[in-house]
T-cell receptor
C-alpha cells in the first residue's frame, strides 16, 4: 500500500460513454499526477497539479479532463474516448512538483475502450 | 526532446548473480534520478533515488550515477527470482519539468 488509492481498478467503456477515474492520496503531498502507460511505450505524463493548480498539460486530447478539488483528490473525466486510449492510467503523488520529488503511484486503472 | 533510454531486454541472469541495468539520458541539466520496479500488472514502485555522482547502496541494490557520461545504472546483487520485473529509470531536472521515464528493462532471474 503506497498511500495512493485509485478506483476503479478495471474499466470497460464504449466510445460514447462518460466515466471518471478517481485518485486519493493520504501522504500529505502537494502534487498529484496522471500518467498513461501503453504497451511497449514509456510512461507518458498527462497532467500535473501542484497545490490544486494545474502546472502542466502535455497536449492531451480534450476528451480527457482532469479535476483537482483539493490536494488529496484527483479525478480524470473521460468522454468519447477512442480504442487507442485503452491503457493503464496511473495516478501518482509527490512532495513538490517543481523540485523533482520522488513519486508514489497508485495501483492504476486498466481501461479498455470498445 | 528530453529522453531517457533503456534497453528493453529481457535481461536474463541466473539466481545469485549480479544484474546490471543501464540507463542513459539526453538532458544535461537533469539532477535527480530514480529507479522504479514494476511487476507485471502492477504499478511502479520506487526502489532507489540518486542525486550525486558516484554510488549509492541500499541493501542488495546499488545505484550509480555518472553525470559526465549521462548514465545511471542499477546493480542488483544476489539476484532472486522475486526480482524479476520491469525496471524503469526516470530523470528530472528540478526546474519545473517533470519526471521523464525510460521504456523500462525487463529482468528475468532464473532459478
Amino acid at each position: 500500500e503506497t498511500g495512493v488509492t485509485q478506483t476503479p481498478r478495471h474499466l470497460v467503456m464504449g466510445m460514447t460513454n462518460k466515466k471518471s477515474l478517481k485518485c486519493e492520496q493520504h501522504l500529505g503531498h502537494n502534487a498529484m499526477y496522471w500518467y498513461k502507460q501503453s504497451a511497449k511505450k514509456p510512461l507518458e505524463l498527462m497532467f500535473v497539479y501542484s497545490l490544486e493548480e494545474r502546472v502542466e498539460n502535455n497536449s492531451v486530447p480534450s476528451r480527457f479532463s482532469p479535476e483537482c478539488p483539493n490536494s488529496s483528490h484527483l479525478f480524470l473525466h473521460l468522454h468519447t474516448l477512442q480504442p487507442e486510449d485503452s491503457a493503464l492510467y496511473l495516478c501518482a503523488s509527490g512532495g513538490r512538483a517543481s523540485y523533482g520529488e520522488k513519486l508514489f503511484f497508485g495501483s492504476g486503472t486498466q481501461l479498455s475502450v470498445l | 526532446q528530453k529522453e531517457v533510454e533503456q534497453n528493453s531486454g529481457p535481461l536474463s541472469v541466473p539466481e545469485g548473480a549480479i544484474a546490471s541495468l543501464n540507463c542513459t539520458y539526453s538532458d544535461r541539466v537533469s539532477q535527480s534520478f530514480f529507479w522504479y520496479r514494476q511487476y507485471s500488472g502492477k504499478s511502479p514502485e520506487l526502489i532507489m533515488s540518486i542525486y550525486s555522482n558516484g554510488d549509492k547502496e541500499d541493501g542488495r541494490f546499488t545505484a550509480q550515477l555518472n553525470k559526465a557520461s549521462q548514465y545511471v545504472s542499477l546493480l542488483i546483487r544476489d539476484s532472486q527470482p522475486s526480482d524479476s520485473a520491469t525496471y524503469l529509470c526516470a530523470a528530472n531536472n528540478n526546474a519545473g519539468n517533470m519526471l521523464t521515464f525510460g521504456g523500462g528493462t525487463r529482468l528475468m532471474v532464473k532459478p
